[in-house]
């Protein structure tokens, strides 16, 4: 008898694990903690938030630690537990957690749009913190990465953007004039057929990586309607034909690496600036974390925007972390408080003077070392342009349509199609591209 | 047959109970990280799933959509299909070739069955890079040998028609790993037929076709399933390679099914993409352990008939 209630007990225990793994019902947990972390601080103790965050080049775990030192010796209420993800896992542990209902951090980089629902609207806590002014950030990347259907789900941390480095030293040698911020798509062209010289195993400029980036952009392409019911008149439409074909033109200059060169000799997932600070790459598109590097290796280099296309509106591939609050908090007070002083004024100059952040806060920013160099403030006008991102974030479906219009960039890229096959090629994948997008916006509730 | 818990001797009883103790860990384990995660997909399958937002029960509409709307299933259905049908054979011969090398009598032949075993343990992602590097067209190596001799390379990983096959080369390099599963079987082999074999005459093709090849068939049964389940599951290379490309050429179904998952965090298809290759591995391994007794020599049953 007693080894049966033994073995009763055992299924009883694995039970009960079992039920401990599963999520509660959103919504419930919170509450049903919240006297928990309410007595806390009725005894005076300081209140722990937890804090998720990755390590980077722009704030390195030392940097971050004494960032969290200082702000934990100016709020004494406030401890912060600070947990350092691997970049790689970061995106897997925190959908989990989201999408498990429990065990979020109170604090944490949200930058991926499917979080956004599960983020705290902070706009009662900016109407009721006067110390707190929006318009203080770039207002291209509030818009971005801090508002998602009228609330406000994070603030942006830090600013990156894409931007052409060319080097002048290659130029001068090839006795080429600097490009202008001015310079056209065709400037691009016709420079990096000047530049390239295969006598010494030198490319002239770098291709896309993939469309509907800010050169398609520049071109006034879209790969659908605005209003995301549309494919057709829009990937195959004139503005996107136009882009294409610039493509196409690059590619057949012979100027440009392929993209076996691109993918092994390039720098793994971030672009070509091994080649471009080797002297093999005349004009690389590259971002600010690459401007610092060849800062410091003593480059001679020159910054700017990706090339325009007259008529058309200039645009930046550029970027923020969003930097969030989990509703499902139990601390929402002391997170704001840890929030609004990571992601502003003081936590931003903090990583600026101690890392390599770039902020998202214009007044901080032109407190920035060396903001009186050509580069640095080429780099800040780079920032001031129109994003893809207000595209991109309004269109979600935009990769799913990309994907199904694949075809079309590889063909280019491999030389397969003519030019003249640009416009048959566009509206053969139509169809397939109109089915993709229709099924996301279905899936995504219209 | 089977006595009840009341019916059992005390013996019994504490006998069973340490029984299921000592196998406890593997059952919580296999519930909580296999039974139960597999019995979620299945329910998943059925509904639209965005991990944030709830589940939606949808029926079988992520199926219908799959074999009716969707392109790009077939597409890496196919791709995988191909893949699978090109790299099993390469896998299982030149697994059995090297064993057959590596079984051997000559000096040093503990040192050369380590190297050719270091390929199996290093990691897929290295493996895939390295790879990239020496397949570059016109900075590689293998096409620098090639040059060599007169035959210019083509651009492997980013030629349409040359992707698939090099996925299936580089998957070549690592058949360390059965190829030890394939020596185990080799040395089990009782060298007394071989001798009783070469009395009568057989010359060496004979006695690996008659004596060497049947014997192994057990062994050989067991990698055909095993290297089949691993070629449906390929990813890592494409993943980190060809990113599916070029033009679709390597877009394998796992990439398919991460793409959906994990980019687009379409978590219902997702699951029901799972839950059909699962089906299809089934089938693949039902089919070929059927067919199975028609070649698979196994020498207990033969002993015991």
């Known amino acids: ?446 | 047959m089977f006595s009840t818990w009341r019916e059992m001797s005390p013996r019994t009883r504490r006998e069973a109970m340490e029984g299921y103790i000592s196998i406890a860990p593997w059952l919580i384990g296999f519930l909580l990280f296999t039974l139960i995660p597999v019995l979620a997909s299945v329910y998943y399958s059925f509904t639209q799933w965005s991990v944030t937002r709830p589940a939606e029960w949808i029926g079988f509409d992520n199926y219908t959509r799959m074999f009716t709307r969707d392109p790009l299933f077939w597409q890496a259905l196919k791709v995988t299909f191909y893949y699978v049908l090109l790299s099993l054979p390469l896998k299982i011969i030149f697994g059995l070739g090297l064993a057959l090398l590596l079984n051997l009598k000559i000096r040093g032949m503990n040192f050369y069955r380590t190297i050719f075993y270091i390929p199996a343990v290093i990691s897929g992602v290295a493996v895939s890079l390295m790879w990239m590097w020496l397949l570059h067209p016109d900075t590689g190596v293998i096409n620098a040998l090639l040059a060599q001799i007169g035959i210019q390379g083509p651009a492997w990983f980013w030629d349409p028609q040359w992707a698939l096959p090099s996925v299936a080369l580089m998957n070549v390099w690592a058949v360390g790993g059965s190829a030890v599963i394939y020596l185990a079987g080799l040395q089990n082999i009782p060298p007394h037929l071989y001798e009783a074999a070469k009395i009568d005459g057989a010359n060496m093709w004979r006695r690996f076709w008659r004596i060497t090849l049947p014997l192994l068939t057990p062994i050989l049964f067991f990698l055909l399933i095993v290297e089949m389940i691993d070629s449906f599951k390929v990813f890592t290379q494409a993943f980190v390679i060809t990113k599916g490309g070029p033009l679709k050429a390597t877009y394998f179904y796992l990439y398919y099914f991460y793409e959906e998952a994990f980019q687009n965090f379409n978590m219902g298809y997702a699951s029901a993409l799972a839950i059909i290759l699962m089906l299809i591995i089934l089938a693949a391994t039902v089919v070929m352990n059927y067919l199975s007794k028609h070649w698979v020599y196994y020498e207990s049953e033969q002993e015991k008939s």
């Open chain 1, 1 to 446: 008898m007693r080894k049966s209630m033994l073995f009763v007990t055992l299924l009883l225990s694995l039970i009960i694990v079992l039920a401990g793994c599963t999520a509660a019902p959103a919504g419930q947990q919170p509450a049903a903690e919240q006297p928990a972390g309410e007595e806390a601080a009725a005894a005076g103790e300081p209140v722990t938030i937890d804090w998720w965050t990755v390590n980077s080049e722009e704030y390195s775990e030392e940097v971050q630690k004494a960032m969290v030192a200082e702000f934990e010796a100016s709020h004494p209420n406030i401890k912060v537990n600070m947990t350092v993800l691997p970049e790689s896992g970061f995106s897997d542990k925190m959908t989990t957690a989201l999408g498990a209902g429990q065990g979020a951090p109170d604090v944490a980089f949200f930058w991926d749009n499917n979080w956004f629902p599960e983020a705290l609207d902070l706009t009662p806590y900016i109407e009721a913190d006067p110390n707190f002014d929006p318009s203080m950030y770039f207002e291209g990347f509030w818009n971005t990465r801090a508002v998602w259907q009228d609330k406000v789900v994070g603030l942006p941390l830090g600013v990156g953007a894409q931007f052409v480095m060319y080097n002048k030293d290659v130029f001068d040698e090839a006795g080429v004039a600097y490009p202008g911020a001015d310079w056209t798509t065709e400037d691009f062209i016709t420079m990096s057929t000047q530049l390239m010289d295969p006598d010494v195993k030198r490319w002239g400029g770098d291709r896309p990586r993939r469309p509907f980036r800010a050169i398609w952009f520049n071109y006034g392409a879209h790969p659908y309607s605005d209003d995301s019911m549309t494919v057709d008149g829009y990937l195959n439409g004139p503005e996107s034909v136009a882009a294409y074909t610039w493509l196409w033109d690059l590619v057949q200059s012979g100027s440009t690496p392929t993209p076996a060169d691109i993918e092994v000799l390039g720098t793994e997932g971030t672009g070509p600036v091994d080649l471009f600070l080797a002297g093999r790459l005349a004009m690389a598109t590259l971002n600010q974390g690459h401007m610092l590097n060849a800062v410091k290796a003593g480059a001679n280099f020159g910054v700017v925007p990706e090339p325009q296309v007259e008529g058309h509106e200039r645009y930046v591939n550029a970027w923020s972390l969003t930097s969030s609050i989990w509703k499902g908090t139990e601390h929402p007070d002391e997170a704001w408080t840890f929030l609004s002083w990571w992601v502003g004024p003081e936590g931003q100059k903090f990583l600026m003077e101690n890392g390599n952040l770039f902020p998202s806060i214009p007044s901080v920013l032109e407190q920035y070392k060396d903001a009186d160099q050509e580069y640095a403030q080429a780099f800040f006008d780079v920032l001031k342009l129109k994003q893809v991102s207000e595209w991109r974030i309004a269109h979600p479906c935009d990769g799913a349509v990309a994907r199904a219009a694949g075809d079309v960039w590889d063909k280019i890229m491999l030389g397969d199609i003519e030019r003249d096959q640009i416009q048959s090629e566009l509206d053969a994948v139509v169809p397939a591209a109109q089915e993709a997008l229709d099924e996301c916006r279905d899936r995504l509730g219209g």
